[in-house]
């Protein structure tokens, strides 16, 4: 049952990110065949030119939801039980027979299928339409794009999760998360470019591998050492966080 | 006698430097219905939340139903026999009391759907209108609900009746009466409304800065204690150890004792006292001379004990 309350909190986040996810996807794939005659707005199914096209609306959809993970993450995270303090329904939550950290990684469980299907649906519904359009169905960067758009974002649900238990509050675990990104990110920048430091990109490595791999330029070595980072941070940044739900008191 | 409901052995918690509870000893028996007074803040809801594993002892030991909550396996065993109020009645604020009793059945084995039907009839609880827009009251009865259909062995229930009406109030004591306290269950409660705990109390307990001051049966009460007026020169603060409380009124001294209130008066008689009154005494009456600050009172946790017998030091 408390997977119903998790899936009920989360569930208009949910709704939004597929719907807006979908829609970005699917006007991307159909792009290339609007034109304009006359005033006009027209489907030309002709524009599709298979390999040239379907590479720019994979690296198009990329740039345009490769961020989808991090904030699905960040919204879903927030509604962790360390969410629950600072209004109070901890009591009831509590107080019934099960262990906060089942607890905790029931709504893990929940937040990750979401996650998966807000980045899965949309680029697939998009990669099967726009096969169809151009009776090409080489695209394999397109078809691991949700899956690496997902890898990167459980990490980020697992730290949304943690400062949600460390702040004690769903907003307070939103904002600092997204601080905490936004400074690691900017201060790599601040670094890189001056300094000539090259910062890791930690957790981020195949989303950025994705991203440079734009058409007609060779494939880079895959970042797998980041890619097991993501996944161990996926485990680990809940663990904390269940560890320290189990120390709280209220 | 059987395996205490609740059992505390010099439970203390502090926070900081603060100690909320100290020392506390209870032994309530299964079927007892216990009420836990005290003033805002002398550790009521503490106490319960330790026994809840919403806040861990910093001394001493605890039972509940023979189990340690302290234990997060046993914790389990308990969470799912004890039925729980907070003060706090804060419930998810989207979900409709329908929701809420579907999502909390299924957490009890023991969970009744006619006990909860019954319940939202005879509080006339809106059951498909948004927690949050209920009103206080109504928020506190789907509470109540989720509590009392659980099926539960013990209720902890803290200041159950507040922001309720009247009439709601006496629908709530019948219910407990009727339904639980027939059923021989064991109801750990605080409230302020001492008339409350006197309708459905058999024990009382009376909490004043993290120590239990008295322990007594009600009817013990009733029938043995006794306030004392006295008038006189120099009388003694604690001339005997069946003495709960003394305190100066003007230019009379005021005795409550907890037995042999003629033999004590005439001691004090003996002594050229004058005994102005030796009337019984309310538990009102008994929780303010216990509980004001300018009275001396009773140092010690009367604990388990039968009655009151603390005495000064």
Same mark, same amino acid.
């Given at each position: ?51 040239? @096209? ?18 699905? =993450? ?78 990167? *974002? ?22 600092? @998360? ?55 941070? =996926? ?16 | ?14 926070? *900081? ?129 989720? =509590? ?166």
């Amino acid at each position: 049952m408390y997977a119903w309350k998790c899936w009920r909190e989360s569930r208009a986040s949910f709704i939004f990110f597929l719907i807006m996810s979908t829609a970005v996807a699917l006007l991307i794939t159909l792009a290339p065949g609007l034109k304009e005659q006359n005033g006009w707005w027209h489907f030309d199914r002709s524009e599709y030119d298979p390999s040239p @096209t379907t590479q720019m609306v994979t690296y198009q959809i990329l740039s345009s939801l490769g961020a989808m993970g991090f904030l699905s =993450a960040l919204f879903f995270g927030a509604t962790a039980s360390g969410s629950e303090i600072e209004p109070g329904t901890i009591e009831y939550l509590w107080t019934r027979p099960r262990t906060r950290a089942s607890v905790t990684w029931i709504h893990w469980g929940v937040c990750v299928a979401e996650m998966l299907v807000v980045a899965v649906v949309p680029i697939y519904l998009a990669a099967a339409l726009l096969g169809s359009l151009t009776r090409y169905w080489q695209m394999p960067l397109l078809l691991i794009t949700p899956w690496i758009i997902f890898i990167v *974002g459980v990490p980020m649900l697992g730290l949304t999760t943690l400062m949600t238990a460390l702040r004690r509050s769903g907003k307070g675990g939103l904002l600092y @998360t997204a601080g905490v990104v936004t400074v690691y990110v900017i201060v790599r920048q601040i670094v890189t470019v001056p300094l000539h430091l090259n910062l890791p990109t930690l957790f981020a490595g195949p989303l950025f591998w994705l991203m440079n791999n734009k058409p007609f330029v060779p494939l880079s070595a895959f970042p797998w050492g980041s890619l097991w980072r993501a996944v161990f941070l =996926a485990a680990a940044l809940p663990l904390a966080a269940q560890y320290l739900l189990k120390r709280a008191e209220v | 006698m059987s395996e205490a409901a609740i059992l505390t052995e010099g439970l203390g918690k502090s926070f *900081g430097t603060q100690a909320a509870v100290s020392n506390l000893n209870l032994q309530i028996q299964p079927g007892a219905v216990y009420g836990f007074l005290g003033r805002n803040g002398a550790g009521k809801t503490t106490t319960m939340r330790m026994l809840l594993g919403l806040v861990r002892p910093s001394k001493g030991s605890m039972r509940v139903l023979g189990l340690d909550p302290a234990r997060e396996a046993e914790l389990m065993r308990i969470l799912e026999r004890v039925a729980f109020v907070p003060q706090r009645k804060q419930l998810y604020g989207w979900a409709t009391p329908a929701e809420l009793v579907r999502m909390n059945k299924a957490y009890f084995p023991r969970w009744s759907d006619e006990a909860a039907a019954g319940l939202a009839q005879r509080l006339e609880i809106p059951m498909k209108t948004a927690f949050k827009k209920l009103s206080i009251g109504n928020q506190s009865k789907v509470a109540l609900l989720l =509590a009392l259909a659980q099926g539960a062995e013990v209720l902890i229930l803290d200041e159950p009746t507040a922001g309720l009406d009247p009439v709601m109030v006496d629908e709530i004591l019948r219910t407990l009466i009727e339904d639980h306290v027939s059923q021989g269950r064991t109801i750990f409660v605080s409230s302020h409304h001492l008339g409350e705990v006197e309708q459905i109390c058999d024990w009382v307990g009376i909490l004043e800065e993290g120590r239990l001051l008295l322990e007594a049966r009600l009817e013990e009460i009733r029938q043995e204690f006794r306030l004392v007026i006295v008038s006189g020169e120099n009388l003694p603060d604690a001339p005997s150890a069946d003495v709960v409380s003394a305190m100066t009124d003007g230019r009379f001294r005021r005795y409550v004792l907890a037995r042999e209130a003629e033999r004590f008066a005439a001691e004090l008689r003996s002594q050229g006292a004058a005994i102005l009154e030796i009337s019984p005494i309310g538990l009102r009456e008994l929780f303010l001379h216990l509980v004001r600050k300018e009275a001396p009172c009773t140092p010690g946790n009367a604990g388990a004990k039968a009655a009151p017998v603390s005495s000064f030091s």
